[in-house]
DNA sequence: TGACAGAAGGTTGTCGACAATCTTCATTGT
DNA sequence: ACAATGAAGATTGTCGACAACCTTCTGTCA
């Protein structure tokens, strides 16, 4: 049984998948997670307790603590006597976010160029958004966004940071999903990534700074009207 | 009616408190938070829910949810199967904290540039800091020490970055109270400050950024074994 | 017709209890 | 003497119910 539960921590070979028991406050939480990342749940709409205890089958204690949960992750705010609600989100709001995106990044290359880390990761990155390019695929361009941002981040070697990004571009998901998709050029996204690359791989930091805040802002250049508010 | 809630919530010039009526679970993670902030619960301390809700005459209920809104905070963590407890410190935690707050700062410090905005509210903190060093009042230096600061990130008019900011300073005052108290110099501390107003005024940049640098790594300055880790 | 008072409805806040799970200790066998 | 098995204790997870509070609707009075 010892040498049993060590094969399946570490090299995950094992037959049977690991099993894990989360709290149903957890697996709550993923789902309401899911739903307001994705748009599916937009901002304004309340989440009252009894209905979605009713809706999941479970009580109204993992409800509550779910909830909570996604408060502090900043996807649903308190409004006093009227519960809690999928977070409105301000213009001023996917302004300060995008912001902090772009403090996040450059203080990660600050100290990807202190510690002269290798970014090979980065590169590998940059390969499969170039795939996704050749096959047209959207998603999988996505993907290699996200990854290559946050292998930025992962690089920095900095724990807390790494934590602040990955709550930060959940928020830039729910933005992403709530904007009209506009017509992106594939290509040109995919290609605004390899001299960020390059300048790190020069230790240029003036340039990679450079190109981090350009990137940033072409992303953040959005129209303020497209995010759909809930109801009120 | 109208008149008197008005008065209440902008002048604060009444002659009643305003009445808040707080949820248990905001008056007890206050008081838990206090303990750890001040150090009086040490990290490791392990945070029994029937123990605590017999010691503040509640129920379970509400401990839970204080216990969750501090695990939000960073101060408390989940040991599976042994229950909450008081995070602890590893000597590479400490490190983030304190870039953490290096990053935070230079990047107020840019926006605060790039907006020109008036310094004049922290040339009111470096005041009192002399005040309290004329008075030798040690207490009084710390918080017009971090009145400095938060001002500071405050005049970056950045609400997301004041938030994440104030998250910070908790812990950093948790670092404050573990750690030993040196024998510190109130004079120099206070010192530190002006010259990094005047660089502000003279839009000088690096100069700012520089003496940021150097004060937070002063902070940061600290013995590793200081730190009181609970039992275990 | 408008405004105020009252009642009804709904939601969150809190409580006590039960169930499930893990840890620890005692016991037994080799 | 040590290891494995079993039981007991303790803690968290979950549940259903009650209470308090605010909101909103309705009715009445000026």
Redesign the pocket.
Known sequence: MAELSADLGDGAEGVFAPIQ?Q???VQIASRLRDAIISGRLHPGT??????L?EQM??????I??AVQLLENDGLVE?V?????RVKLLTAREVEEIYSLREIFEVAAVERILAREVSVEPLAACCAAMEEAVRMNDYEALVAADEAFHRTLIRLSDHELLLSLWNNLYMRIHQIMALRHRGERNLAEIAGNHPPIVRALEAGNRAEATRLIAQHTRALADFDPESIAQGSQ
Chains 1, 2 share one sequence.
Do not use: D, I
């Open positions: 028991n709290p149903l406050r309340v989440l009252v307790e009894t209905a205890a089958n479970v009580s109204r204690a993992p509550r603590e308190s006093a006597y009227k519960g809690k």
